[in-house]
Structure formats: C-alpha cells, structure tokens
C-alpha cells in the first residue's frame, strides 16, 4: 500500500504535475465545445443548401462546393487535416493553436453533422413541403418552421454522439504541441518515466466523459421515443 502511495505522489503530487491533466482536460474541453458549436453551424447550412439542390435544382454552385468540402473532410484523416491548417494554411504567422485546433475540427465536424441533418431532412415526407407551399409559405418558410424541427428532432441522438466522437478526437491536437488531456498525461510519463498510472489516468478521464455524455444520449433518446408515443 505504501508503495502505491508513493507511486501516485511521485506521479501527480511531486511539482504539481496533476496540473497538467486539469489544464489539458480545460483545453481539452474548450477545444469541443467551440467545435461542436462550429460543426453545428457548418453542417446546417451545408445539409440545407445540398438538400435545396436536390429538392429544387436550385444552388448548383454552392452545392458543389459543398460536395468537394464534404468529399475532401470525409476522405482524409483529421490529423493531417489538422496539421495542414497549422504548419500550412497559418504556417507563416503567429497563431493562438487553440484557435487553430477549434477551426480544425469544427472543420472536420461539420461534414459528418451535415450528412447526419441532410439524412433527417430527406426522411421528411414530401408531402410536408407540398402541404406547406399550399398554405402560402415560402420554402424557406417551411424549411425552417415545418422541416427542420421535425429533422432535428429525428437526429438528435446522432448529433450527440457525433459529439462524443469529437471529444475522443481531439486526443491529436497534441501534434500541434497543445496541452490537451493526452499530452499533459505524456508529459508526465515523460518526466517521470513511468507510463501505466499517467496513460491509464488520461483513459479513465475520457472513459468517465464518454460515458456521461452516452448517458444523456440514452436520457435523450428516451425522452424522444416517450414524447412520440404520445
């Protein structure tokens, strides 16, 4: 037992290295949820302008600018596209990396969102545009008062975990030498030379996370599946 004790405070306790996972975890954190926030933002108004292309041929240019985005983001790796905004795009002037990190992967987000809501849109029986159009309504009307409630209401669940996805894959942002959660636990394996308790404690940590995120996700689901039956 004294051993272990020992161990633990040679790990975490000695020059307050347990710091460097609370402000990685703080990195961590704040690098999700701005990118949640940007993925949001991109992936509606990408699922809305490809979803007005096939609905009304409308938007050619747009959506296939669209395309490429979503094409090029799916294709490759979010670590590579990660360092390509760092070393590339802002490689030649001096840049916050949180920012960079929050724009990479709000990048990459946005294209899974967009395919997630462009899915919940088309599952929305035509009839419901046609019945809209009827009542006087633009389209744009009745996208946003009649369609999209109801397609958010059908993808919430993928939405939230689409999130847990991100969470887990910020773990790179290392790669741009930020301090999330995984670096401030290499770090201290990297001082301490010890790799089981740092590396198993940044696991636990995501774990608890994931975890209590996939809660909610099941609360929510239920919660959707009680509000249908009635």
Same mark, same amino acid.
């Given at each position: 037992?004294?051993?272990?004790?020992e161990?633990?405070?040679k790990?975490?306790i000695?020059?307050?290295?347990?710091?460097?996972?609370?402000?990685?975890?703080?990195n961590?954190?704040?690098?999700?949820?701005?990118?949640?926030?940007?993925?949001m933002?991109?992936?509606? &108004?990408?699922?809305?302008?490809?979803?007005?292309?096939?609905?009304?041929g409308?938007?050619?240019i747009?959506?296939f600018i669209?395309?490429?985005?979503?094409?090029?983001?799916?294709?490759?790796?979010?670590?590579?596209?990660?360092?390509?905004?760092?070393?590339?795009?802002?490689?030649?002037?001096? &840049?916050?990396?949180?920012?960079?990190?929050v724009?990479?992967f709000?990048?990459?987000? +946005?294209?899974?969102?967009a395919? &997630?809501i462009r899915?919940?849109?088309?599952?929305?029986?035509? +009839?419901?545009?046609?019945?809209?159009?009827?009542?006087?309504f633009?389209?744009?009307?009745?996208m946003?008062?009649?369609?999209?409630?109801?397609?958010f209401?059908?993808?919430? %669940?993928?939405?939230a975990?689409?999130? &847990?996805?991100?969470?887990?894959?910020?773990?790179v942002?290392?790669?741009?030498a930020i301090?999330?959660?995984?670096?401030?636990g290499?770090?201290?394996?990297s001082?301490?030379?010890?790799a089981?308790l %740092?590396?198993?404690?940044?696991?636990?940590?995501y774990?608890?996370?994931?975890?209590?995120?996939?809660?909610?996700?099941?609360?929510?689901e239920?919660?959707?599946?009680?509000?249908?039956?009635r």
């Amino acid at each position: 037992m004294n051993e272990i004790l020992e161990v633990l405070y040679k790990t975490f306790i000695v020059d307050d290295r347990w710091r460097f996972l609370t402000d990685g975890l703080k990195n961590t954190l704040t690098i999700t949820l701005f990118a949640v926030i940007i993925g949001m933002v991109l992936g509606l &108004i990408t699922a809305i302008i490809r979803t007005t292309h096939d609905k009304t041929g409308h938007l050619k240019i747009l959506n296939f600018i669209c395309r490429v985005y979503l094409t090029v983001i799916r294709g490759t790796p979010v670590v590579v596209q990660l360092l390509i905004i760092y070393f590339v795009v802002f490689g030649s002037v001096n &840049i916050n990396k949180l920012f960079v990190a929050v724009l990479a992967f709000g990048l990459n987000s +946005g294209a899974y969102v967009a395919e &997630i809501i462009r899915s919940g849109i088309m599952s929305i029986d035509n +009839g419901q545009f046609e019945a809209g159009e009827s009542q006087g309504f633009s389209y744009t009307q009745v996208m946003i008062y009649i369609i999209l409630p109801q397609a958010f209401k059908n993808v919430l %669940p993928a939405l939230a975990n689409e999130a &847990i996805v991100l969470l887990k894959e910020t773990s790179v942002a290392g790669y741009i030498a930020i301090n999330d959660l995984t670096k401030g636990g290499d770090y201290i394996r990297s001082v301490t030379y010890q790799a089981f308790l %740092p590396l198993v404690t940044v696991a636990l940590i995501y774990l608890v996370m994931v975890m209590a995120l996939s809660w909610l996700v099941s609360k929510l689901e239920r919660r959707l599946a009680l509000n249908d039956r009635r």
